[in-house]
C-alpha cells in the first residue's frame, strides 16, 4: 500500500503513554539528556570565546565527532534513529551554549521581545498567577507558560529570572526537536521523522523565541494526530487536548495563523469519516481538554477583555517582513529546494498518500490568513502578524519536502539511497544550524557569510551586566527605592526602560513600547493621562494627581533627562512629596514619592 511507504505498522490502539511501540523513538530522551549535559560541561570546560574562530569551531568539531560515531551506525533504515536525534538535539544544545558562552543572557540580550520574556519571567517570580510583563494586574496577554516556568525555576534555584533565560532558551529549542520527533514517529517511520525534525529546526532557525520554535515543530503532526485520518488513527481525544492546551499556553499564535488550514484538515477528516458524530465527539472532546489545560491564561484574559475592553496597538507594528516575499520554496538554496519539493509533493501525491492531502490544507490555509490579514491591514493598519506565517510555512514545506522525497524513493525503488540522502540532510542541518548560532556581527563572520541574517547572537555578549558601563543603575535604584519605601518594597513605576522590570518585580504603570503592549493596559489611555500628569504645573497638585491618575498611583519615576518618551517632566514638579535622586549615569533621574 502507498501508505506503508512513511508509515509505521498499523495498530489497533495509540494511546500516547505506555504503549510498546514508543519503546525505540523514547531513548531520544535519555541520550538528548545525557549528550545536553556533557556538552555543558565541555563548554564550562573549554570556555570558548565564539567571537574567535577557534572558539566557534569548537561546536563544530563536536558535531564532526558525533557525526562520525552516530551516523554509519543510527541512519541505517534499520537501525534505531533515536539515537541520532537525541545526539543531534544535545549537539544543538551544545552549539547554542557555546555560542552564549560569556554573557549571562540568552539570544538579543535584553533588546526587543526577549527584555519583555525577561521581565515576564520575573514577574512570575513576585505572582504565580496570569499577569503582564509590566503592568501587573492585568491578565497576561502573551501566552505565560514559558516565561512562568523560569520565573518559578528562578523561584526554586534562587538564580535571577534574567539569567535563566539562555538556558530556557537552550533546552526548549533542543528539547522541541525530541517532541517533535517523538510525535512524528507517531505517524511515520523514525528515519523521516528524523529528517523531518532536523530539516524543520533549521527552517525555522531563529532560537531567541525558542517557544515557537516548539510550537512550530510540534504542530503539524500534531494536528495530523487530533485531526487528520493518519494509517494508524488519531491520539486520543484527552492527550491531543492536553498537547494542544500546552500548546496554547506556549504560544498560540501559530494556532491562530495555521486556523484556516486546521479547519480545512478537519473538514477534510470529517467528509471522509465512517462515523462522523464520533468524529464529531472527538473534536469536541479535544477542543474541552485544551480548553481546561489552558483556562488559567484564557479565561483571565477573555473575562477581563469582556467586562473591561481593551486597546489592540501590539499588531500595528511594521514589521520588515510585512514586505517579505511569501514563498520560501523559491530561495535558491537547499532549504528552498526541500520546500519547492514538498509543494510539488503535496499537489502530486494528494491522492495517492494520507499525508499530502492534509498538508496542502495547511499550506494553503497559511497563505489564506496570511492573505486576509494583508488585506486588512491596507484598511485599518492592523497586521494580525501575518508575517509569521513565514515562520509557520518553513518547516511545514520541509517536512512536505522530506516525506516527498520519502515516498518518491520507495516508489522508484531507490530504497538503497535512503540511508545516504537522511545522512546527507542530517550534516546538513547541523552546518546549517551552527553558522545560525554565530554571532553574526564580527569580523571573521562577516567575510565569510556576508549575507547571513542576523540572529541577534551577538547582542546577547553585547549587553551589559548591572554594574558595567552603559548599563541601568539598577542597584542604586533599588537601594535608594528600598531606603525610602522599605526592604522588599515593589513600587508601581513609571520607567523610561523596559530593562528594569527584568531586573526587578515591580509594577509597571506603562510599558515602554507601544506596540508591544498588552491590549488590556489601554496603552493609548495610559499615555494620555501621562500627558496630562506633565502638564500640572504646581508640585502639589503635581503630588496629588500622580497619586491618584486613572490607572492608578505612580510612585516611583525614573526618567531619562526628565524624559519618559515624548512626555517631558519638570524638576520642579517634583519639588514636594518627592525625594529626588539625580546623580546617577546616563541622564537618568529618579523620583521617590515620599
Same mark, same amino acid.
Given at each position: 500500500?502507498?501508505?506503508?511507504?512513511?508509515?509505521?505498522?498499523?495498530?489497533?490502539?495509540?494511546?500516547?503513554?505506555?504503549?510498546?511501540?514508543?519503546?525505540?523513538?523514547?531513548?531520544?530522551?535519555?541520550?538528548?539528556?545525557?549528550?545536553?549535559?556533557?556538552?555543558?560541561?565541555?563548554?564550562?570546560?573549554?570556555?570558548?570565546?565564539?567571537?574567535?574562530?577557534?572558539?566557534?569551531?569548537?561546536?563544530?568539531?563536536?558535531?564532526?565527532?558525533?557525526?562520525?560515531?552516530?551516523?554509519?551506525?543510527?541512519?541505517?533504515?534499520?537501525?534505531?534513529?533515536?539515537?541520532?536525534?537525541?545526539?543531534?538535539?544535545?549537539?544543538?544544545?551544545?552549539?547554542?551554549?557555546?555560542?552564549?558562552?560569556?554573557?549571562?543572557?540568552?539570544?538579543?540580550?535584553?533588546?526587543?521581545?526577549?527584555?519583555?520574556?525577561?521581565?515576564?519571567?520575573?514577574?512570575?517570580?513576585?505572582?504565580?498567577?496570569?499577569?503582564?510583563?509590566?503592568?501587573?494586574?492585568?491578565?497576561?496577554?502573551?501566552?505565560?507558560?514559558?516565561?512562568?516556568?523560569?520565573?518559578?525555576?528562578?523561584?526554586?534555584?534562587?538564580?535571577?529570572?534574567?539569567?535563566? #533565560? @539562555?538556558?530556557?532558551? *537552550?533546552?526548549?529549542?533542543?528539547? /522541541?526537536?525530541?517532541?517533535? !520527533? =517523538?510525535?512524528? +514517529?507517531? $505517524?511515520?517511520?523514525?528515519?523521516?521523522?528524523?529528517?523531518?525534525?532536523?530539516?524543520?529546526?533549521?527552517?525555522?532557525?531563529?532560537?531567541?523565541?525558542?517557544?515557537?520554535?516548539?510550537?512550530?515543530?510540534?504542530?503539524?503532526?500534531?494536528?495530523?494526530?487530533?485531526?487528520?485520518?493518519?494509517?494508524?488513527?488519531?491520539?486520543?481525544?484527552?492527550?491531543?487536548?492536553?498537547?494542544?492546551?500546552?500548546?496554547?499556553?506556549?504560544?498560540?499564535?501559530?494556532?491562530?495563523?495555521?486556523?484556516?488550514?486546521?479547519?480545512?484538515?478537519?473538514?477534510?477528516?470529517?467528509?471522509?469519516?465512517?462515523?462522523?458524530?464520533?468524529?464529531?465527539?472527538?473534536?469536541?472532546?479535544?477542543?474541552?481538554?485544551?480548553?481546561?489545560?489552558?483556562?488559567?491564561?484564557?479565561?483571565?484574559?477573555?473575562?477581563?477583555?469582556?467586562?473591561?475592553?481593551?486597546?489592540? #496597538? @501590539?499588531?500595528?507594528? *511594521?514589521?520588515?517582513?510585512?514586505? /517579505?516575499?511569501?514563498?520560501? !520554496? =523559491?530561495?535558491? +538554496?537547499? $532549504?528552498?529546494?526541500?520546500?519547492?519539493?514538498?509543494?510539488?509533493?503535496?499537489?502530486?501525491?494528494?491522492?495517492?498518500?494520507?499525508?499530502?492531502?492534509?498538508?496542502?490544507?495547511?499550506?494553503?490555509?497559511?497563505?489564506?490568513?496570511?492573505?486576509?490579514?494583508?488585506?486588512?491591514?491596507?484598511?485599518?493598519?492592523?497586521?494580525?502578524?501575518?508575517?509569521?506565517?513565514?515562520?509557520?510555512?518553513?518547516?511545514?514545506?520541509?517536512?512536505?519536502?522530506?516525506?516527498?522525497?520519502?515516498?518518491?524513493?520507495?516508489?522508484?525503488?531507490?530504497?538503497?539511497?535512503?540511508?545516504?540522502?537522511?545522512?546527507?540532510?542530517?550534516?546538513?542541518?547541523?552546518?546549517?544550524?551552527?553558522?545560525?548560532?554565530?554571532?553574526?556581527?564580527?569580523?571573521?563572520?562577516?567575510?565569510?557569510?556576508?549575507?547571513?541574517?542576523?540572529?541577534?547572537?551577538?547582542?546577547?555578549?553585547?549587553?551589559?551586566?548591572?554594574?558595567?558601563?552603559?548599563?541601568?543603575?539598577?542597584?542604586?535604584?533599588?537601594?535608594?527605592?528600598?531606603?525610602?519605601?522599605?526592604?522588599?518594597?515593589?513600587?508601581?513605576?513609571?520607567?523610561?526602560?523596559?530593562?528594569?522590570?527584568?531586573?526587578?518585580?515591580?509594577?509597571?504603570?506603562?510599558?515602554?513600547?507601544?506596540?508591544?503592549?498588552?491590549?488590556?493596559?489601554?496603552?493609548?489611555?495610559?499615555?494620555?493621562?501621562?500627558?496630562?500628569?506633565?502638564?500640572?504645573?504646581?508640585?502639589?497638585?503635581?503630588?496629588?494627581?500622580?497619586?491618584?491618575?486613572?490607572?492608578?498611583?505612580?510612585?516611583?519615576?525614573?526618567?531619562?533627562?526628565?524624559?519618559?518618551?515624548?512626555?517631558?517632566?519638570?524638576?520642579?514638579?517634583?519639588?514636594?512629596?518627592?525625594?529626588?535622586?539625580?546623580?546617577?549615569?546616563?541622564?537618568?533621574?529618579?523620583?521617590?514619592?515620599?
Amino acid at each position: 500500500m502507498t501508505t506503508s511507504v512513511v508509515a509505521p505498522p498499523r495498530l489497533k490502539s495509540i494511546s500516547p503513554l505506555a504503549h510498546p511501540s514508543y519503546r525505540g523513538p523514547l531513548l531520544a530522551v535519555p541520550v538528548w539528556l545525557a549528550t545536553t549535559a556533557a556538552g555543558f560541561a565541555l563548554v564550562g570546560y573549554a570556555d570558548p570565546d565564539p567571537f574567535t574562530v577557534r572558539g566557534a569551531v569548537l561546536s563544530l568539531a563536536v558535531f564532526g565527532l558525533l557525526a562520525m560515531v552516530a551516523l554509519p551506525v543510527g541512519l541505517r533504515l534499520r537501525g534505531n534513529c533515536a539515537v541520532v536525534c537525541g545526539l543531534f538535539a544535545g549537539w544543538l544544545a551544545t552549539a547554542l551554549r557555546a555560542a552564549l558562552n560569556g554573557t549571562p543572557y540568552g539570544f538579543a540580550g535584553l533588546y526587543g521581545d526577549m527584555g519583555r520574556i525577561a521581565a515576564a519571567a520575573t514577574r512570575y517570580t513576585a505572582t504565580p498567577w496570569s499577569a503582564d510583563a509590566f503592568v501587573e494586574e492585568v491578565p497576561a496577554e502573551y501566552p505565560m507558560l514559558y516565561p512562568w516556568l523560569i520565573g518559578r525555576a528562578s523561584v526554586l534555584s534562587g538564580v535571577p529570572a534574567w539569567r535563566l #533565560v @539562555a538556558e530556557a532558551e *537552550i533546552l526548549t529549542v533542543s528539547g /522541541a526537536v525530541v517532541a517533535a !520527533f =517523538l510525535l512524528w +514517529t507517531r $505517524l511515520v517511520r523514525a528515519p523521516i521523522a528524523l529528517g523531518i525534525v532536523v530539516a524543520g529546526v533549521v527552517a525555522f532557525g531563529d532560537p531567541r523565541k525558542a517557544f515557537g520554535v516548539l510550537t512550530v515543530l510540534m504542530l503539524t503532526p500534531w494536528v495530523l494526530l487530533a485531526f487528520g485520518t493518519p494509517p494508524r488513527g488519531r491520539l486520543q481525544w484527552w492527550a491531543a487536548g492536553l498537547i494542544g492546551g500546552l500548546m496554547v499556553m506556549t504560544y498560540q499564535g501559530y494556532l491562530m495563523y495555521g486556523a484556516p488550514g486546521i479547519l480545512a484538515v478537519a473538514a477534510l477528516a470529517w467528509w471522509r469519516s465512517g462515523s462522523r458524530r464520533a468524529y464529531v465527539l472527538h473534536v469536541l472532546g479535544v477542543l474541552a481538554v485544551a480548553f481546561a489545560v489552558s483556562a488559567c491564561y484564557v479565561v483571565p484574559y477573555a473575562w477581563a477583555y469582556v467586562t473591561a475592553g481593551g486597546q489592540q #496597538v @501590539a499588531d500595528l507594528y *511594521i514589521a520588515p517582513d510585512l514586505a /517579505a516575499s511569501p514563498f520560501p !520554496f =523559491l530561495q535558491p +538554496t537547499p $532549504l528552498g529546494l526541500l520546500q519547492f519539493a514538498g509543494l510539488a509533493g503535496t499537489v502530486f501525491y494528494r491522492r495517492s498518500t494520507w499525508w499530502a492531502a492534509p498538508l496542502l490544507c495547511l499550506i494553503a490555509g497559511a497563505y489564506v490568513y496570511r492573505v486576509l490579514m494583508m488585506t486588512r491591514f491596507v484598511i485599518d493598519g492592523h497586521t494580525g502578524f501575518y508575517h509569521y506565517t513565514s515562520r509557520l510555512l518553513g518547516p511545514l514545506l520541509a517536512a512536505a519536502g522530506v516525506l516527498a522525497v520519502a515516498t518518491m524513493l520507495r516508489r522508484k525503488g531507490w530504497s538503497r539511497y535512503a540511508a545516504a540522502a537522511l545522512s546527507v540532510l542530517v550534516l546538513w542541518a547541523g552546518v546549517s544550524y551552527w553558522r545560525i548560532s554565530l554571532p553574526e556581527d564580527t569580523s571573521p563572520w562577516r567575510e565569510v557569510w556576508p549575507s547571513r541574517e542576523h540572529y541577534r547572537t551577538a547582542q546577547a555578549h553585547r549587553e551589559p551586566v548591572p554594574g558595567e558601563k552603559g548599563a541601568l543603575p539598577v542597584a542604586r535604584i533599588e537601594r535608594a527605592v528600598e531606603r525610602a519605601m522599605g526592604p522588599g518594597a515593589r513600587p508601581r513605576v513609571l520607567a523610561f526602560d523596559e530593562r528594569l522590570y527584568a531586573f526587578l518585580p515591580w509594577r509597571g504603570y506603562l510599558a515602554v513600547d507601544r506596540t508591544s503592549a498588552n491590549t488590556l493596559s489601554f496603552w493609548d489611555d495610559r499615555r494620555a493621562e501621562l500627558a496630562r500628569l506633565a502638564e500640572v504645573t504646581d508640585p502639589a497638585g503635581f503630588t496629588r494627581a500622580s497619586a491618584a491618575t486613572a490607572f492608578g498611583p505612580i510612585d516611583v519615576f525614573v526618567l531619562k533627562s526628565w524624559r519618559w518618551r515624548d512626555i517631558r517632566f519638570r524638576p520642579a514638579q517634583f519639588s514636594h512629596g518627592f525625594e529626588v535622586v539625580d546623580d546617577l549615569p546616563d541622564h537618568t533621574v529618579l523620583l521617590i514619592r515620599e
